[in-house]
């Protein structure tokens, strides 16, 4: 007896979600995208910086797209890590573009990949992995969730220095007018290969 496999869009993607991958729709439209930093990794600063190195996303006003971050990981490549914590730093910023004496006075952006590998859409939003960002200081106040823990790991040492990784689950959702970017509650000298996954959602 033969058996019809063929499955509808609507019904493809409700299988896809059973066998749990909720952004294959949003990836196959090519709405998600993803900023990786070099390999050889790169410093996560103190939250007082006012040069965010590693991932940063901007969502200038009028971009017309929410951005739903996915995932974020950091993997330590070389250098001490310090006793603290890695966190998500957001603030509101009412402009559309790098602008003297505003509170992003330069940003280094990079066209981001996109997950429909070899086409998708162009990005709406502003995003970087490297470079000079230039801001006016973060504050503690800014510092809006805890990501993982940072331990003095050194190359010579037996210790392990596992993969760090956060599924953000659809539980931040970064409007126009709002930057965010990674940081550290302590200073350290520890460098990360970093990346950034996010989809833009039409307003």
Not at 67 to 92: D, H, P, Q, T
Request: one cysteine or more; hydrophobic letters at 45%.
């Amino acid at each position: 007896m033969a058996y019809d496999m063929k499955l509808d869009g609507g019904q493809f993607e409700q299988l896809m979600a059973k066998l749990g991958s909720k952004h294959h729709a949003d990836a196959l439209a090519g709405r998600v995208f993803s900023q990786t930093t070099t390999p050889l990794g790169l410093a996560i600063p103190i939250y007082t910086t006012v040069t965010p190195l590693g991932n940063a996303l901007w969502n200038p006003t009028g971009s017309g797209v929410n951005c739903e971050l996915i995932n974020y990981n950091a993997a330590r490549v070389s250098g001490v890590e310090a006793f603290g914590a890695i966190g998500l730093m957001a603030r509101k910023v009412a402009q559309s573009n790098i602008a003297t004496g505003a509170q992003i006075t330069a940003f280094a952006e990079v066209a981001p990949i996109n997950g429909l590998v070899g086409g998708g859409l162009a990005s709406k939003v502003k995003s970087s992995n490297a470079g000079t960002i230039t801001i006016t200081a973060g504050v503690a106040a800014e510092y809006i969730r805890n990501l993982f823990g940072m331990l003095p790991v050194i190359d010579t040492t037996a210790a392990e220095s596992p993969l760090k990784e956060v599924d953000f689950d659809g539980t931040v959702i970064v409007e126009p007018g709002v930057l965010i970017w990674f940081a550290a509650t302590v200073a350290s000298v520890a460098l990360f290969a970093q990346t950034l996954t996010w989809k833009e959602i039409p307003r």
